[in-house]
């Protein structure tokens, strides 16, 4: 739990710094890979930023703490009623998705904060990606406040003050853009290490049967991992094809390819990598899915529906021809 | 970027559409547009079935298949038989 304010009133809405500490930055740099990231967690109240009157806007969000931040960071200056609802520690857009980011959630902590008699206006700002566990008019209903639905980022949020609460076109719509991307990869790396683990087993095992080099070893499999999680997700534009599954194919292929003109192969391991490979990379890839904000659970089905079978082939076969590659290298 | 959109199963009933333009409002990928005070489906393929739309609709004018949409939480409910949920 994070500790804000070191001075309470009781009753009285705490008081938020805009400033981030290092500690801060050193929080979030930690919690992107992982560490500790179900804990990363804000007390749910209402906090005040800068000195609100009754007047002044109420903004919501969820009370994971890298979210909390992104908003303190991004209101320097402003007045506001900052309304922090449990989500267990999730973000907005994900915890929307579950539906603990929520018309019951936005309803309670109203009733709680006693926003009625903080607020003389009858406002609250959702964030809009928020909008899909959130239904304004029930909350309209439950609470007697009217949902505005705010810009996507939290950046845009002065200007959308500024324009009297209204969001332009460029404001409502999500993007998913390189930074974006970059941010979300040291996760997905940390995710996958009971996998490279297993690659860097199979691969010493391999180099101390087989005559061959231990980079020639070790770093085709690996780097298939890290094809999947690291380079096609921060690419992904760049990478053919709309299916994730083929994205990934792509880059497992081009990957192998790599593999086999940088250390000699003969047609047992050439076959080997392009076999063994791309089928890593693109169940890796695929599962980037989850991560990103534009791709829909029908599209997601569709691909398990296509593409399952024709994987699992291709994988199996890599498997026996990594198998048979290692009783050569036994063998011999 | 876009995705895969011949799959998409939003609905909209614009006999049901009120004209609030609420879904006008929360769609992140700006799917619909307010044409004579009744919402209409300008770009259904980019759509991502996130439910936004539908669950501010108060005509019940929208239908979506809305959910998770991530691959290690759709296998995990295929081979559990269980709802998918990002854990």
């Given at each position: 739990?994070?500790?804000?304010?070191?001075i309470?009133?009781p009753?009285?809405?705490?008081?938020?710094?805009?400033?981030l500490?290092t500690?801060?930055r050193?929080g979030h740099?930690l919690?992107?890979?992982?560490w500790?990231?179900?804990?990363?967690?804000?007390?749910?109240?209402?906090?005040?930023?800068g000195s609100p009157?009754?007047?002044?806007?109420?903004?919501?969000?969820?009370?994971y703490?890298?979210?909390?931040?992104?908003?303190?960071d991004?209101?320097?200056?402003?007045?506001?009623?900052?309304?922090?609802i449990?989500t267990?520690?999730i973000n907005?857009w994900c915890?929307?998705?579950?539906g603990?980011?929520?018309?019951?959630?936005?309803?309670?902590?109203?009733?709680?904060a006693?926003l009625?008699?903080?607020v003389k206006?009858?406002r609250?700002?959702v964030?809009q990606l928020?909008a899909?566990?959130?239904?304004?008019?029930?909350v309209?209903q439950?609470?007697?406040f009217?949902?505005?639905?705010?810009p996507?980022r939290?950046?845009?949020?002065r200007?959308?003050?500024?324009?009297?609460?209204?969001a332009?076109?460029d404001m409502?719509?999500v993007?998913f853009?390189?930074a974006?991307?970059?941010?979300?990869?040291?996760i997905?790396l940390?995710m996958a290490w009971?996998l490279l683990?297993?690659a860097?087993?199979?691969g010493?095992?391999?180099?101390?049967?087989h005559?061959a080099t231990?980079?020639g070893a070790?770093l085709?499999?690996?780097?298939?991992?890290?094809m999947g999680?690291?380079?096609?997700?921060?690419?992904?534009?760049?990478f053919p094809?709309?299916?994730f599954v083929?994205?990934?194919?792509a880059?497992?292929i081009?990957w192998?390819?790599?593999?086999?003109a940088l250390?000699p192969?003969?047609?047992l391991?050439a076959?080997?990598h392009?076999?063994?490979?791309?089928?890593?990379t693109?169940?890796?890839?695929?599962?980037f899915?989850g991560?990103t904000?534009?791709?829909s659970?029908?599209?997601v089905?569709?691909?398990?529906r296509?593409?399952?079978w024709p994987l699992?082939?291709?994988?199996?076969?890599?498997?026996?021809?990594?198998?048979v590659?290692?009783?050569r290298g036994?063998l011999s | 970027?876009r995705?895969l959109?011949?799959v998409?199963?939003?609905?909209?009933d614009t006999a049901?559409?009120?004209?609030c333009?609420?879904?006008?409002?929360?769609c992140?990928?700006?799917v619909?547009?307010?044409?004579?005070?009744k919402a209409?489906i300008?770009?259904?393929?980019?759509?991502?079935?996130?439910?936004a739309?539908q669950?501010?609709?108060?005509?019940?004018a929208i239908t979506?298949?809305a959910?998770?949409g991530?691959?290690?939480?759709?296998?995990?409910?295929?081979?559990?038989?269980?709802e998918a949920?990002c854990?």
């Amino acid at each position: 739990m994070l500790k804000i304010a070191a001075i309470t009133l009781p009753g009285a809405p705490q008081k938020i710094t805009t400033t981030l500490s290092t500690r801060d930055r050193l929080g979030h740099l930690l919690v992107r890979l992982g560490w500790r990231r179900r804990q990363y967690r804000t007390e749910p109240a209402l906090y005040r930023i800068g000195s609100p009157t009754p007047e002044s806007p109420v903004i919501v969000t969820a009370n994971y703490t890298l979210t909390v931040d992104t908003v303190r960071d991004a209101c320097a200056g402003l007045d506001l009623w900052v309304l922090v609802i449990d989500t267990r520690g999730i973000n907005v857009w994900c915890a929307a998705g579950k539906g603990t980011f929520g018309t019951g959630e936005i309803a309670r902590m109203v009733k709680e904060a006693r926003l009625d008699k903080i607020v003389k206006h009858r406002r609250l700002i959702v964030p809009q990606l928020g909008a899909p566990g959130v239904s304004a008019h029930r909350v309209k209903q439950l609470t007697g406040f009217d949902v505005v639905y705010g810009p996507v980022r939290i950046a845009d949020l002065r200007p959308f003050l500024a324009a009297d609460m209204r969001a332009n076109d460029d404001m409502r719509r999500v993007r998913f853009d390189i930074a974006d991307r970059i941010a979300v990869v040291p996760i997905e790396l940390v995710m996958a290490w009971p996998l490279l683990l297993i690659a860097l087993a199979a691969g010493l095992w391999l180099w101390a049967l087989h005559a061959a080099t231990f980079w020639g070893a070790v770093l085709p499999l690996l780097g298939a991992v890290v094809m999947g999680t690291v380079v096609v997700p921060i690419a992904l534009p760049l990478f053919p094809f709309r299916p994730f599954v083929l994205k990934g194919l792509a880059g497992g292929i081009l990957w192998a390819l790599l593999m086999i003109a940088l250390f000699p192969a003969d047609l047992l391991t050439a076959a080997r990598h392009l076999t063994l490979l791309p089928p890593v990379t693109a169940y890796l890839a695929f599962n980037f899915t989850g991560s990103t904000a534009f791709t829909s659970p029908s599209g997601v089905k569709a691909e398990i529906r296509w593409f399952t079978w024709p994987l699992l082939v291709w994988f199996a076969v890599g498997v026996i021809l990594y198998i048979v590659d290692m009783a050569r290298g036994w063998l011999s | 970027m876009r995705y895969l959109e011949s799959v998409v199963t939003l609905q909209l009933d614009t006999a049901k559409c009120i004209g609030c333009g609420r879904c006008a409002e929360v769609c992140p990928h700006r799917v619909f547009a307010m044409n004579d005070k009744k919402a209409a489906i300008v770009d259904r393929g980019a759509c991502m079935e996130c439910g936004a739309c539908q669950k501010n609709c108060p005509a019940d004018a929208i239908t979506v298949q809305a959910g998770v949409g991530c691959a290690y939480a759709l296998i995990r409910s295929r081979i559990t038989g269980k709802e998918a949920c990002c854990g």
